[in-house]
Protein backbone atom coordinates (compact mmCIF):
# COMPACT_ATOMS: atom_id res chain seq x y z
CA UNK A 1 0.00 0.00 0.00
CA UNK A 2 1.23 3.40 -0.29
CA UNK A 3 3.13 5.18 2.92
CA UNK A 4 0.60 8.20 2.19
CA UNK A 5 -2.55 6.12 2.52
CA UNK A 6 -1.10 3.32 4.82
CA UNK A 7 -0.52 6.56 7.44
CA UNK A 8 -4.13 7.77 6.94
CA UNK A 9 -5.85 4.24 7.33
CA UNK A 10 -3.63 3.83 10.24
CA UNK A 11 -4.59 7.18 12.13
CA UNK A 12 -6.91 6.43 14.99
CA UNK A 13 -7.90 8.79 17.83
CA UNK A 14 -5.50 8.35 21.22
CA UNK A 15 -7.27 8.97 24.36
CA UNK A 16 -4.50 7.69 26.81
CA UNK A 17 -0.92 9.15 26.61
CA UNK A 18 2.25 9.13 28.24
CA UNK A 19 3.88 12.15 30.50
CA UNK A 20 6.43 12.62 28.58
CA UNK A 21 6.40 15.89 26.14
CA UNK A 22 6.73 15.49 22.51
CA UNK A 23 9.79 16.63 20.51
CA UNK A 24 9.95 19.98 19.38
CA UNK A 25 11.02 18.79 16.59
CA UNK A 26 8.20 16.60 15.93
CA UNK A 27 5.77 19.39 16.52
CA UNK A 28 7.30 22.13 14.17
CA UNK A 29 6.78 18.97 11.90
CA UNK A 30 3.05 18.43 12.79
CA UNK A 31 2.42 21.95 13.07
CA UNK A 32 3.36 22.62 9.51
CA UNK A 33 1.59 19.79 8.14
CA UNK A 34 -1.23 21.50 9.64
CA UNK A 35 -0.66 25.20 7.62
CA UNK A 36 -0.29 23.02 4.43
CA UNK A 37 -3.96 22.24 4.43
CA UNK A 38 -6.30 23.45 1.73
CA UNK A 39 -7.79 26.72 2.69
CA UNK A 40 -11.07 28.41 0.71
CA UNK A 41 -9.22 30.62 -1.10
CA UNK A 42 -6.24 30.34 0.42
CA UNK A 43 -7.18 32.76 3.07
CA UNK A 44 -5.74 30.56 6.04
CA UNK A 45 -8.17 31.74 8.46
CA UNK A 46 -6.84 29.59 11.48
CA UNK A 47 -4.50 30.20 14.21
CA UNK A 48 -3.16 28.13 16.13
CA UNK A 49 -1.78 27.57 19.84
CA UNK A 50 -0.08 25.08 21.04
CA UNK A 51 -0.55 24.54 24.62
CA UNK A 52 2.02 22.59 26.81
CA UNK A 53 0.54 24.55 30.26
CA UNK A 54 -1.28 21.25 32.22
CA UNK A 55 -2.42 23.54 34.79
CA UNK A 56 -4.22 25.62 32.47
CA UNK A 57 -5.28 22.42 30.42
CA UNK A 58 -6.55 21.01 33.50
CA UNK A 59 -8.80 24.27 34.39
CA UNK A 60 -10.23 24.23 30.80
CA UNK A 61 -11.38 20.52 31.80
CA UNK A 62 -12.77 21.41 34.73
CA UNK A 63 -14.81 23.73 32.76
CA UNK A 64 -16.04 21.62 30.57
CA UNK A 65 -16.65 19.35 33.42
CA UNK A 66 -19.24 22.12 34.92
CA UNK A 67 -20.84 22.50 31.79
CA UNK A 68 -21.60 18.94 31.75
CA UNK A 69 -22.78 18.34 35.20
CA UNK A 70 -25.15 21.16 34.71
CA UNK A 71 -26.84 19.17 31.60
CA UNK A 72 -28.30 16.75 34.03
CA UNK A 73 -27.72 13.76 31.13
CA UNK A 74 -26.67 11.09 32.90
CA UNK A 75 -24.41 9.86 31.11
CA UNK A 76 -22.49 13.33 30.58
CA UNK A 77 -22.90 13.39 34.63
CA UNK A 78 -21.53 10.39 35.33
CA UNK A 79 -18.39 10.88 32.93
CA UNK A 80 -17.71 14.51 34.62
CA UNK A 81 -18.33 13.20 38.15
CA UNK A 82 -14.74 10.27 36.82
CA UNK A 83 -11.89 12.06 39.25
CA UNK A 84 -9.80 10.50 36.02
CA UNK A 85 -12.06 12.98 33.71
CA UNK A 86 -9.84 15.41 30.86
CA UNK A 87 -11.36 16.78 27.86
CA UNK A 88 -7.88 16.75 26.30
CA UNK A 89 -7.54 12.78 27.56
CA UNK A 90 -4.48 14.36 29.85
CA UNK A 91 -2.09 14.74 26.58
CA UNK A 92 0.75 16.73 27.19
CA UNK A 93 0.67 19.20 23.88
CA UNK A 94 -2.67 20.12 22.63
CA UNK A 95 -3.14 22.48 19.34
CA UNK A 96 -6.44 24.52 19.80
CA UNK A 97 -7.03 25.77 16.37
CA UNK A 98 -9.13 29.41 16.22
CA UNK A 99 -10.92 30.35 13.38
CA UNK A 100 -12.08 33.81 12.28
CA UNK A 101 -15.53 33.41 11.95
CA UNK A 102 -15.38 33.96 7.96
CA UNK A 103 -17.76 31.66 5.58
CA UNK A 104 -15.30 28.95 5.47
CA UNK A 105 -13.08 29.05 8.52
CA UNK A 106 -14.67 26.05 9.82
CA UNK A 107 -13.67 24.01 7.02
CA UNK A 108 -10.02 25.85 6.95
CA UNK A 109 -9.57 24.90 10.88
CA UNK A 110 -10.50 20.96 10.12
CA UNK A 111 -8.73 20.46 7.19
CA UNK A 112 -5.66 21.55 9.31
CA UNK A 113 -6.90 19.68 12.12
CA UNK A 114 -6.76 16.40 10.11
CA UNK A 115 -3.90 17.12 8.29
CA UNK A 116 -1.69 17.24 11.84
CA UNK A 117 -3.58 14.26 13.25
CA UNK A 118 -2.66 12.37 10.16
CA UNK A 119 1.83 13.95 10.65
CA UNK A 120 1.37 13.10 14.19
CA UNK A 121 0.82 9.36 13.33
CA UNK A 122 3.39 9.31 10.23
CA UNK A 123 5.81 10.74 12.80
CA UNK A 124 4.96 7.38 15.44
CA UNK A 125 2.55 10.01 18.26
CA UNK A 126 -1.08 9.60 19.53
CA UNK A 127 -3.34 12.21 18.57
CA UNK A 128 -7.10 12.83 19.27
CA UNK A 129 -9.01 15.32 17.36
CA UNK A 130 -10.96 17.37 19.68
CA UNK A 131 -14.36 19.54 19.61
CA UNK A 132 -16.06 19.32 23.46
CA UNK A 133 -13.68 21.68 25.38
CA UNK A 134 -15.40 24.52 23.23
CA UNK A 135 -18.09 23.86 25.70
CA UNK A 136 -16.18 25.18 28.41
CA UNK A 137 -16.35 28.96 27.13
CA UNK A 138 -19.74 29.32 26.94
CA UNK A 139 -20.50 30.03 30.26
CA UNK A 140 -19.81 33.42 32.27
CA UNK A 141 -16.70 31.71 34.04
CA UNK A 142 -15.81 30.23 31.02
CA UNK A 143 -15.29 33.66 29.38
CA UNK A 144 -11.70 33.67 31.69
CA UNK A 145 -10.49 30.81 30.52
CA UNK A 146 -11.14 31.28 26.65
CA UNK A 147 -9.44 35.01 27.28
CA UNK A 148 -5.92 32.67 28.42
CA UNK A 149 -5.77 32.70 24.53
CA UNK A 150 -4.03 35.25 23.11
CA UNK A 151 -6.24 35.66 19.49
CA UNK A 152 -6.36 38.38 16.72
CA UNK A 153 -10.16 40.18 17.16
CA UNK A 154 -12.81 37.72 15.66
CA UNK A 155 -10.76 34.67 16.34
CA UNK A 156 -12.84 32.09 18.35
CA UNK A 157 -11.15 28.29 18.97
CA UNK A 158 -13.09 25.52 16.82
CA UNK A 159 -11.11 22.14 17.40
CA UNK A 160 -7.74 21.20 19.06
CA UNK A 161 -6.08 18.27 18.62
CA UNK A 162 -4.10 16.54 21.30
CA UNK A 163 -0.75 15.54 20.89
CA UNK A 164 1.63 12.69 23.06
CA UNK A 165 3.19 9.12 22.77
CA UNK A 166 0.58 6.76 22.63
CA UNK A 167 0.31 4.20 26.64
CA UNK A 168 -1.24 1.75 24.71
CA UNK A 169 -1.57 0.22 21.14
CA UNK A 170 -3.84 1.93 18.96
CA UNK A 171 -7.34 0.64 18.70
CA UNK A 172 -8.94 -0.94 15.74
CA UNK A 173 -10.77 0.94 13.72
CA UNK A 174 -14.57 1.33 13.74
CA UNK A 175 -16.33 0.12 11.12
CA UNK A 176 -16.63 2.57 8.30
CA UNK A 177 -20.01 2.33 6.08
CA UNK A 178 -19.77 2.99 2.63
CA UNK A 179 -21.95 5.76 1.94
CA UNK A 180 -20.55 6.02 -1.23
CA UNK A 181 -22.84 6.49 -4.44
CA UNK A 182 -21.42 6.16 -8.48
CA UNK A 183 -23.23 8.01 -11.26
CA UNK A 184 -20.96 7.14 -14.24
C1 LIG B 1 -15.11 17.50 14.68
C2 LIG B 1 -14.66 16.39 15.60
C3 LIG B 1 -14.80 16.54 16.96
C4 LIG B 1 -14.35 15.54 17.83
N1 LIG B 1 -14.42 15.77 19.18
C5 LIG B 1 -13.92 14.85 20.02
C6 LIG B 1 -13.86 15.13 21.42
O1 LIG B 1 -14.24 16.20 21.87
N2 LIG B 1 -13.34 14.18 22.23
C7 LIG B 1 -12.86 12.98 21.73
O2 LIG B 1 -12.39 12.17 22.51
N3 LIG B 1 -12.90 12.69 20.42
C8 LIG B 1 -13.41 13.60 19.54
N4 LIG B 1 -13.38 13.36 18.20
C9 LIG B 1 -12.83 12.08 17.68
C10 LIG B 1 -13.92 11.14 17.17
O3 LIG B 1 -14.66 10.64 18.26
C11 LIG B 1 -13.27 10.01 16.35
O4 LIG B 1 -12.60 10.55 15.26
C12 LIG B 1 -14.28 8.98 15.85
O5 LIG B 1 -14.88 8.29 16.92
C13 LIG B 1 -13.65 7.94 14.92
O6 LIG B 1 -12.59 7.26 15.56
P1 LIG B 1 -11.09 7.31 14.97
O7 LIG B 1 -10.65 8.76 15.00
O8 LIG B 1 -10.27 6.47 15.90
O9 LIG B 1 -11.11 6.78 13.58
C14 LIG B 1 -13.80 14.33 17.30
C15 LIG B 1 -13.66 14.21 15.93
C16 LIG B 1 -14.07 15.22 15.08
C17 LIG B 1 -13.85 15.08 13.59
Known sequence: MNGTIKTIMERRSCRSFQDRQIEEALL????DAGLQAATAMNHQSWYLTVMQDRKLLENISSGVADVMRKTQVPSLVERAADPGF???HHAPTVVFLAGDGSIYSIADCANAAQNMCVAATALGLGSCYLASFVQAFKSPEGKKLRDSFVLPSGYEPLFAVALGYAKE????????????????
Do not use: D
Request: hydrophobic share 20%.
Open 28 to 31: TQIL
Open 169 to 184: STSQPKPRERKISYIR
Open 86 to 88: SSF
